[in-house]
Nanobody
């Protein structure tokens, strides 16, 4: 069982930035796709970005390309989501998830371990 702990959420004004972190247990970080997903009230869960912890391959949703960057720190078993140029429509609960698949996917059904989530609110 993968243990995932997210941090870094908060409130920010439009145009601002936040960095989310997802720390995984050491024995389950290796060779996994670790993704960030978000869910706003009344909406379905949406895949944002995912990264392969082995080779660093990435997949992004079109809605965040050029604004969000996913990265990994293998020494810390941690995945990050740098979010820039945030807009009100980015407001959601952001969750980290891990799964084994190839190629990488933003389909949440492909992930079998989930963190508790961290809230991101973008408003003026």
């Amino acid at each position: 069982q993968v243990e995932l702990v997210e941090s870094g959420g908060g409130s920010v004004q439009p145009g601002g930035s936040l960095r989310l972190s997802c720390a995984a247990s050491a024995d389950t970080y290796t060779r996994k796709w670790m993704g960030w997903f978000r869910q706003a009230p009344g909406k379905e869960r949406e895949g944002v970005a995912t990264i392969y912890t082995g080779g660093g391959n990435t997949v992004y949703a079109d809605s965040v390309k050029g604004r969000f960057t996913i990265s990994r720190d293998r020494a810390r078993n941690t995945v990050y989501l740098q979010m820039n140029s945030l807009a009100p429509e980015d407001t959601a609960m952001y969750s980290c998830a891990a799964g084994t698949m190839w190629p990488g996917s933003l389909d949440p059904n492909r992930y079998n371990s989930w963190g508790q989530g961290t809230q991101v609110t973008v408003s003026s």
